[in-house]
């Protein structure tokens, strides 16, 4: 919450000084420190903050594993190796 009403002030600030033009870095100012937030945070979590817009979260935990309803195979690809079947629910 501090965090929404610090970009709040500095964002008032800047239309007050710059008029209309001032909303174009309050809004670049509110998406910067949202940005930082966010990946503070995912770093708190252990997801890491190193790829890019989205690096900690896709990709992290080696990709989707799927488990067949039909004979409960775990597997990776689309259509269950043992049994044919495409009926099949994600494991994270």
Known sequence: MAWIMVSLAISLLFTMWLGLWGLI????????????????????????????????????????????????HRFKGGACPRCGSKMRRADF
């Open 25 to 72: 870095p309050a809004i670049a100012i509110f998406i910067g420190i949202s940005y930082y937030m966010r990946r503070r945070m995912m770093a708190r979590m252990g997801m890491g903050g190193g790829g890019g817009g989205f690096g900690g979260m896709l990709g992290a935990g080696g990709g989707i594993n799927y488990i067949c309803i039909a004979c409960g």
